[in-house]
């Protein structure tokens, strides 16, 4: 059974850091793209960065030039480093493995349980 476990949320000021990290555990063979969403209530999910396994990237142009996505292909991790947040970058943090290949199964999407990002002004 496969699992994706998000950590590294909290409360952080303006202008603060924080970095998420998640966690695919299971018989994986490999997940071709790992990615962050994330939500807040009334509107609906959104893509905040990407990273495929060859490792090309893909940024939301909210977060560009502040946050990055990296990845452990054979660890099956990613992490996404945030700077300079903002209050509008408030919202629950998602972690995705698109494409995710386990043993006799076919590629399947995956979700985290998310984790609350708060950025107090």
């Known amino acids: 059974q496969v699992q994706l476990v998000e950590s590294g949320g909290g409360l952080v000021q303006a202008g603060g850091s924080l970095r998420l990290s998640c966690a695919a555990s299971g018989s994986i063979v490999s997940v071709n793209v790992m990615g962050w969403y994330r939500q807040v209530p009334g509107k609906q999910r959104e893509l905040v960065a990407s990273?495929?396994?060859?490792?090309?990237?893909n940024y939301a142009d909210s977060v560009k030039g502040r946050f990055t996505i990296s990845r452990d292909n054979g660890k099956n991790m990613v992490w996404l480093q945030m700077n300079s947040l903002k209050p509008e970058d408030t919202a629950v943090y998602y972690c995705n493995a698109d494409r995710l290949r386990v043993l006799g199964r076919p590629p399947t999407n995956y979700w985290g349980q998310g984790t609350q990002v708060t950025v107090s002004s």
């Open positions: 990273i495929t396994s060859g490792g090309s990237t």
